[in-house]
């Protein structure tokens, strides 16, 4: 069974850069075919799709993200990563990793991360 784990901050200051971690389980990062994403959902803003890394290991982004976004993976550890620079009090969001396959919807998902950016 695949389990998704994440990891990070809940709290991070303005203009800091915000990291989270998706540790996988039960599958590999490099299954041909699936896209691991990050979603944030706030009251303001809804549920926002902030980007995704390909199996093959290309990166998509949210055009509005785009300039402060990255994603990473190890495929050693069997994770992927999310940096997010420049964080204001908008970037605040309870923060998800999911994993889909091309032309399907998400599979399975982490427990959330709530991240509030506050001095």
């Known amino acids: 069974q695949v389990q998704m784990q994440q990891s990070g901050p809940g709290l991070v200051k303005p203009s800091e850069t915000l990291s989270l971690i998706c540790t996988v389980s039960?599958?590999?990062?490099?299954?041909?075919?699936?896209?691991w994403s990050w979603i944030r959902q706030s009251p303001s803003k809804g549920l926002e799709w902030v980007g995704s890394?390909?199996?093959?290991?290309?990166?998509y982004y949210s055009p509005s993200l785009k300039s402060r976004t990255s994603i990473s993976r190890g495929t050693w550890n069997n994770q992927f990563t999310l940096h997010l620079s420049s964080v204001t009090p908008e970037d605040t969001a309870v923060y998800y990793c999911?994993?889909?396959?091309?032309?399907?919807?998400?599979?399975?998902w982490g427990q959330g991360t709530q991240v509030t950016v506050s001095q």
């Open positions: 039960g599958m590999s990062v490099t299954t041909n075919y699936y896209y």
């Open positions: 999911n994993v889909q396959k091309y032309g399907g919807f998400p599979e399975y």
């Open positions: 890394m390909a199996f093959n290991g290309n990166t």
